[in-house]
């Protein structure tokens, strides 16, 4: 191959690369941008819709989380792996930091969209829900090889808990785009409550799969349970309608996004703190799997227990949910964080005694 040759076919796979890319992020369709007074009429026309179908989205998501919980339901199926703790702190790494940290690298560069929505919906398939059907895979590839099941469903946690993160900021700023900050409480609120109550009857079918089902039956059951769910989630936020709005963040280019990060939180003391707490409260929840496995080795529990522990967790969320978003609304939401963490530090606590 010379070198003209080598030259054109490196061109015609960037040209081809931007256009999968323009199609995948639907760059190509022009869009209508709207000033502050026709974004608020369209906000309130479309109201309902997407209130219904984003409410949709979210309980039918919690379903299907109730049947990998990377806290409870991912370290039951490592423990039947191996014995080795190593890869439970890799989980608790991947459940902790996974959503967290891409957000701070994908924020930017979300930035530079007008719509919100093909970034949730058409690449967020591609990096959230699709990985779910690679741990339904390591449930199948366990009835003949633990190390290499435990790998791909390392894989898959990774692929999906880094792929949530990237989307992220699409997601958040689509919501804050079609719910009205007056309401975010309360749509948080019953959306949480609603997927935090069907996640209840996920784990009831999930506590009872893992005591009738032999390994890794119960697993391969519960896992494809979750990755039909959370597709299907997947379909429900694709019917949301996203106004576009007239003023939009100025670019930056990396350099100066990272550059404008140090600088807020250089100056910003009470951002700075708001990082700090948060930065060692998701530290402390990376304690949360190693309890399952610890609770299950100590008291040689049922698999089907730890169904009953996401149950207890699901309880928990579904009752404070309604209350602590009624509290945001009228008292805000750093006193609902205080609670929270509160409560947390309560629990490990508890568990510790």
Known sequence: MDNRTSSSLGIWLKKGTGRAFNWLLDNNRAVKKLDDQEFSAEVEHNYRWNYVFNVLDGATFWFGASFYSLTTIGPLFISKLTDNPVPLGILAIISQAGWAFPQLFAANSTERFGRMKPLVVRLGFILERFPMFVMFLAAIIAIKSP???????????????????????????????????????????????????TGLLGTQVSAWLLDTQPFPNSFIIIFLIAALFINLSWVFIAFTREPIPARQAPEENNHQYMASLKKIVRQDVNFRRFLISRGLSSLAGMGTGFVTVAAIQRWDVPDGTVGYYTMTMLIGQTVANLLLGWLADKYGHKLVLELGTLGV?????????
């Open 345 to 353: 530090t309560i629990g490990f606590a508890v568990a510790w005694l």
């Open 147 to 197: 190390l290499a099941a435990l790998l791909v469903f390392i894989l898959g946690a990774a692929w999906h808990s880094i792929g949530a993160g990237v989307i992220a900021p699409a997601w958040q700023t689509m919501l804050a785009r079609i719910i009205p900050v007056a309401r975010r409480g309360r749509f948080m609120a019953f959306t949480m409550f609603l997927g935090a109550g």
